[in-house]
T-cell receptor
Framework: ETGVTQTPRHLVMGMTNKKSLKCEQH?????MYWYKQSAKKPLELMFV???????ENNSVPSRFSPECPNSSHLFLHLHTLQPEDSALYLC?????????????FGPGTRLTVT | KQEVTQIPAALSVPEGENLVLNCSFT??????LQWFRQDPGKGLTSLLL?????REQTSGRLNASLDKSSGRSTLYIAASQPGDSATYLC????????????FGAGTTVTVRA
């Protein structure tokens, strides 16, 4: 297992629900990322935080709301999702956001929107 | 914009056969290229990372080559085993970007016992 954990591992929610995904990294890193992986498609970068400040919001709909209270924790708050939001959501962390820093990935949360 | 393509999308081979997975990218000005393994419903495990100045990297039965001029990388897995069944992703990092990785959609490999 990597030093990046995600909970829950599986989540089924209706379109009117509100839920949150949690990511925690135990690597002492300063940057954290949310990615979306839809079936048969490349990973899409959603959000990037560096030292708890958001540095990237890749045109993600407002029904996805990230939160980074400290450098070890990252949340993705979900509300009024659509069925096409069903996907594997992956969290990653890295020492920094510079080009030389490798990203380490968590196991993902499999989200199904009904 | 960097486009990364992996062909084929799926591959099935008998145990013991060598695997050849292809990755192509459109912008040759890369910083590095990384190969990942992903088991069903799981996260990504890094297999090999090749810097732009390198031609290949090896780890056990795995060997990855990089040809920047042609925009290609190949992952070779020797003497495949059923445990090698997984999806293999390649990701490219551009020099001009910092943290951004451009991923291919992956090749799903099945090794038949």
């Amino acid at each position: 297992e990597t030093g990046v954990t995600q909970t829950p591992r599986h989540l089924v929610m209706g379109m009117t629900n509100k839920k949150s995904l949690k990511c925690e990294q135990h690597l002492g890193h300063n940057a954290m990322y949310w990615y979306k992986q839809s079936a048969k498609k490349p990973l899409e970068l959603m959000f990037v935080y560096s030292l708890e400040e958001r540095v990237e919001n890749n045109s993600v709909p407002s029904r996805f709301s990230p939160e980074c209270p400290n450098s070890s924790h990252l949340f993705l708050h979900l509300h009024t999702l659509q069925p096409e939001d069903s996907a594997l959501y992956l969290c990653a962390s890295s020492q920094g956001t510079g080009v030389g820093y490798e990203q380490y990935f968590g196991p993902g949360t499999r989200l199904t929107v009904t | 914009k960097q486009e990364v393509t992996q062909i084929p999308a799926a591959l099935s081979v008998p145990e013991g056969e060598n695997l050849v997975l292809n990755c192509s990218f459109t912008d040759s000005a890369i910083y590095n290229l990384q190969w990942f393994r992903q088991d069903p419903g799981k996260g990504l495990t890094s297999l090999l990372l090749i810097q732009s100045s390198q031609r290949e990297q090896t780890s056990g039965r795995l060997n990855a080559s990089l040809d920047k001029s042609s925009g290609r990388s190949t992952l070779y897995i020797a003497a495949s085993q059923p445990g090698d069944s997984a999806t293999y992703l390649c990701a490219v990092r551009l020099r001009s970007n910092d943290y951004k990785l451009s991923f291919g959609a992956g090749t799903t490999v099945t090794v038949r016992a």
